[in-house]
């Protein structure tokens, strides 16, 4: 599937999304903006605004967001968070540090009080951070926008806060109340198409899907749940932008190379050519360096893993990229290398 390319001083990914010849493979991390990074540190300390009041306002979004341009990445992503149009659902998560809600929702009842999203009406910050970004950025790189897959999001409403440590009552809530949990999943869905929607309207240049808990699903639950609405979401997305499913883990491929994503981002355990040539040339790839190295290793394990991953990816259809997000522990010294490393290699080196 071919997009049309925006006029862009810098359209290395949006090359590699169409299988066009670049002249090296573009590179961008997940959370690059923010957490690793001292200046990000610096300035949310000079602020003294929580994560929620950064999220929700436009000047430190836009600020923060354009950071990682300094070292030298090829796409920026918007600084926000995948919990925030849960808010005018009346879902309203804190950070205590961590996300927590203080009603779980867990009960048809709860389900109900869920309220539809305008997004327009109700989450303009988010296009107002979008133009911003834009503004300043005029043309240099592409603006990536992003929204939580409903299944993570409804395991952030069932547990009441972050369900990776333990996925229990999100799973015992899909299998004891199927009907419930798909009400639930059906509005997540509805919201997701038209908040994404609005990002592509704003002007970013292509859209993420994070399933981030995607390797915490069960199969036959993530084919009952996860996979219709992946595909509901970028059939009604079109081909307004590119789209990328990140599904944490990649468990399941066969069903991720279905959902007519334009790009699929992977986890380090799947082989950059499967999707390559299971997608027959439909679909780029994304990934997939382990971020536990950029969090371990050295500088030097950090370019030998980003180089081995690029011979993977053989040089055309792929966007460099991590497994997951940047871990809070990495050293900034080790994610400059690794765009570095990306912007240095050349095949045979």
Known sequence: MTHPVPPLDNDLLLRAINHEPVPRVPVWMMRQAGRTDPEYLAYKDATGLTLHELFRSPEHAVAISLLPRRIGVDAIILYQDILTPLTPMGADFHFRPGPVLEGPVRSAAAVDRLRPVDPAATLGFVATSIHGVLDELQGALPLLGFAGAPFTLAAFLVAGHSPMSDMGPVLAMAREQPAVFGRLLDKLTAMTIDYLSLQQEAGVHAVQ?????????????????????????????????????????????????????????????????????????????????????????????????????????????????????????????????FVQAARSYRPGG
């Not at 991720?256 to 679909?283: F, N, Q």
């Open 209 to 337: 899907l994070f399933e981030s808990v995607g390797d915490l699903i069960p199969r036959d639950l993530y084919e009952r749940f996860a996979q219709p609405s992946h595909e509901r979401i970028l059939a009604a997305l079109g081909r307004r932008t590119p789209t990328i499913l990140f599904v944490k883990g990649s468990p399941f491929l066969e069903l991720m190379l279905r959902t007519g994503a334009s790009v699929l981002s992977v986890g380090h355990e799947t082989p950059l050519r499967a999707v390559l040539e299971g997608s027959a040339g439909r679909m780029a790839v994304q990934g997939n360096v382990d971020n536990q190295i950029l969090a371990r290793g050295t500088p030097e394990d950090v370019e030998a893993a980003v180089h081995a991953c690029l011979r993977a990816g053989g040089g055309r259809g792929h966007i460099l990229n991590l497994n997951h997000g940047l871990l809070k522990d990495s050293p900034f010294a080790n994610v400059q290398r």
